[in-house]
């Protein structure tokens, strides 16, 4: 595996950029998943684990590999390892579509103090709507770039099904799921209330999530920016399944779900501000009450135009990301080294570099993504690599020093800005 790596190193050049210490930056990031965290496996999957955590999430290992499909067109190596990974991913998700990550091998690591059903292939058995979201873009946007269909095997239109019929079954949690989940030794943010089966809700064709992409808990389950990337993944499998199986059955039954959940969103996902006006709730129950806060974890409601649910011009989300990068979103911290979104899931006054890097992502406003380039290039604690989270006024305060996704993430920021030919932004 080492030789494989070096090789690739040798066969991709991420490009270069000024100032050099943002080159460094750039290139440690770029090649952090291949060279930390990628194991090419003698079944011809691929293993890809967090980083300082040694399993493997389904939203992670997506995000980590993501920026290296645009050089995959042309590099075999890269193809043979995202193509491993979205076969394991899929039969990871046809094990156990509710667990969010897995084991290397069915050792029984991971969380098994919890109460909810065990597998030894599952490290952790947090739902996640993302989780499942997350190998279908990957997915996608491999085939969009390469053309390649071979991923789409009959393993894979399992795991499609598997998605479709539990996405249908959250739609009533209450009356028709089976999924229970309840931890009894770690924060109250880690279980579900009510037996395992999560706070009350009401039915509005939203499909029903646990927990958040942060893995902690969510406050009302039907979580928006989940849900808006569920009606996005919905059409690409409508795509998929049109263009690739010729199975037009599946089409309209992907069409038709992406259609309710939508419908969902904007009957019961929209919250009329008096100051900001109409914006997109991060959570509801369909029951009147709803929770007004952005994660940096992404899905995000920043991350809307990512997920291509909506573009950044859209008045609603315009709205909503003044509400977010401002103090009314009590997960937005402001210092004296940086300001920027956090999360419930580590300390006050914590900013996470995934939540600057979207907002980079997100914005049209070249002076906003050329301050906030700054402000991540100036936050790495000399380190060379992203983290989760830092103080706002002392960067030298962070967790997770290995956090392989925000090193992706960050390389696909510059990459599309190198992309767009704006590399005048690098200069400040």
């Not at 590099?75 to 998700?93: A, P």
């Not at 402000?375 to 392989?404: L, V």
Request: with cysteine; net charge negative; charged share 25%.
């Amino acid at each position: 595996m080492t030789s494989t790596i070096e090789q690739l190193k040798r066969e991709i050049d991420p490009g270069t950029i000024e100032p050099p210490f943002l080159m460094n930056l750039y290139r440690n990031c770029f090649y952090s998943t291949l060279e930390t965290t990628t194991e090419l496996l003698p079944d011809g999957t691929t293993f890809v684990f967090t980083g300082d955590i040694p399993a493997m999430w389904l939203r992670d290992s997506s995000a980590q590999v993501r920026h290296y499909i645009p050089f995959s067109v042309e590099n075999v190596l890269l193809r043979q390892i995202i193509k491993g990974l979205i076969k394991r991913q899929m039969q990871y998700i046809r094990t156990d579509p509710y667990a969010n990550a897995f084991n290397r091998e069915p050792d029984n690591a991971g969380h098994k103090q919890d109460r909810t059903k065990q597998n030894p292939w599952v490290w952790e058995r947090k739902y996640e709507v993302d989780s499942l979201c997350y190998p279908i873009q990957l997915s996608y946007l491999y085939w969009k770039a390469t053309g390649e269909t071979s991923v789409f095997d009959n393993g894979f239109r399992e795991a499609v099904r598997t998605i479709l019929g539990l996405w249908r079954r959250e739609q009533r949690h209450l009356e028709d799921s089976p999924y229970r989940f309840e931890r009894t030794d770690g924060s109250p943010t880690d279980t579900l209330q009510n037996g395992g089966k999560g706070t009350p809700v009401r039915y509005t064709g939203m499909t029903w999530s646990g927990f958040r992409p942060s893995d902690d808990a969510c406050t009302f389950h039907y979580l928006i920016p989940a849900n808006m990337f569920a009606v996005v993944v919905l059409r690409y499998i409508g795509e998929i399944a049109r263009d690739v199986w010729k199975d037009e059955a599946l089409a309209d039954s992907a069409k038709k779900l992406g259609r309710e959940i939508n419908d969902g969103i904007q009957g019961y996902g929209i919250f009329r501000h008096p100051k900001y006006g109409p914006i997109y709730a991060y959570e509801t129950d369909g029951m009147g009450h709803y929770n007004l806060m952005d994660d940096a974890n992404v899905p995000s409601l920043l991350s809307i135009p990512y997920l291509q649910y909506q573009a950044a011009e859209d008045p609603i989300y315009v709205n909503t990301r003044r509400f977010l990068l401002g103090r009314d979103n009590p997960w937005f911290f402001e210092g004296s080294c940086a300001k920027g979104i956090g999360s419930p899931h580590t300390s006050k006054d914590y900013i996470w570099h995934i939540g600057l890097i979207m907002q980079a992502l997100t914005s049209t406003d070249e002076e906003e993504i050329r301050e906030l380039l700054k402000m991540i290039a100036g936050t790495d604690a000399d380190t060379g690599y992203m983290h989760e989270s830092f103080h706002k006024n002392d960067p030298g305060q962070f967790t997770r020093p290995w956090f392989a996704w925000a090193n992706s993430l960050f390389a696909e920021l510059i990459h599309r800005i190198m992309k767009d030919g704006k590399q005048y932004l690098f200069h400040w």
